[in-house]
């Protein structure tokens, strides 16, 4: 059974996920941008979701982490919750 990690990071708007991206991609931290920005409580913890299967997550998000690229910041994703940034750290099939 295919399983993967990945830590993300919950904002409201397309905008602010996007500009929280080319932050990252210039060099800022992804966990140290989750601590200060995501809505989700696991930002507290860097944005780490630990270790899930497929269909643990939303199907949106479900869909990116397990046909994304490992190590490489994807979005945003749009879900009922709102916009993520989503980097899969491990992915094993």
């Known amino acids: 059974m295919a ?3 990945a830590r993300h990071i ?3 708007s397309k905008e602010a996920c996007e500009s ?3 932050k990252i991609e210039a060099g800022e931290d ?3 941008c989750a601590r200060d ?3 989700c409580p696991s930002g507290r913890d860097g944005g780490n ?3 899930f299967g497929p269909g643990q997550m939303v199907k949106e998000f479900d869909q990116a982490v397990f046909s ?3 190590g490489k910041v994807i979005g945003p994703i749009q879900t009922q919750f709102g916009y993520h940034l989503i980097e899969v750290t ?3 099939e």
């Open 20 to 22: 929280l991206k080319s």
């Open 30 to 32: 992804f966990a140290a």
């Open 68 to 70: 994304g690229e490992v």
């Open 37 to 39: 920005n995501s809505l």
């Open 90 to 92: 491990q992915r094993s």
């Open 10 to 12: 919950l904002v409201a």
């Open 3 to 5: 399983r993967a990690s």
């Open 49 to 51: 979701l630990g270790e």
